[in-house]
């Protein structure tokens, strides 16, 4: 079954703002951390942000930080990344993911320790 799917991708004008949204079923987000990546063309996937479970910890790459804010709604199980003053270098497909390990101690960023992925959402940031 479907257990992660995004939202939100688009096309924006450099300096705009769009806003990222994964749903999430309720034993997912309960129980794993869940992080933002994005994978250009012809690079790997990287780490964008993450956050614990607990919702306690919060991890940005480098060059997002100042720009990205993530954040998880308990209400909705919605874990939301707000994306603002976007350049042309954050042109990339947009996956959500959850930790594999549940209740981990610790906030990893390594896609590789990621387990259950979105289907990924375009985003287009125009010059």
């Known amino acids: 079954q479907v257990q992660l799917v995004e939202t939100g991708g688009g096309l924006v004008q450099a300096g705009g703002s769009l806003r990222l949204s994964c749903a999430a079923s309720g034993d997912i987000f309960n129980r794993r951390s869940m992080g933002w990546f994005r994978q250009a063309p012809g690079k790997e996937r990287v780490v964008v942000s993450t956050?614990?479970?607990?919702?306690?910890?919060?991890y940005y790459a480098d060059t997002v930080r100042g720009r990205f804010t993530i954040s998880r709604d308990t209400a909705t199980s919605t874990v939301n990344l707000l994306m603002e003053n976007l350049q042309p270098e954050d042109t990339a497909v947009y996956y959500c993911?959850?930790?594999?390990?549940?209740?981990?101690?610790?906030?990893?960023?390594?896609?590789?320790?990621?387990?259950?992925w979105g289907q990924g959402t375009q985003v287009t940031v125009s010059s």
């Open positions: 993911a959850a930790d594999a390990i549940q209740f981990r101690s610790v906030l990893v960023t390594t896609p590789s320790l990621y387990s259950t």
């Open positions: 956050i614990k479970w607990t919702g306690d910890k919060l």
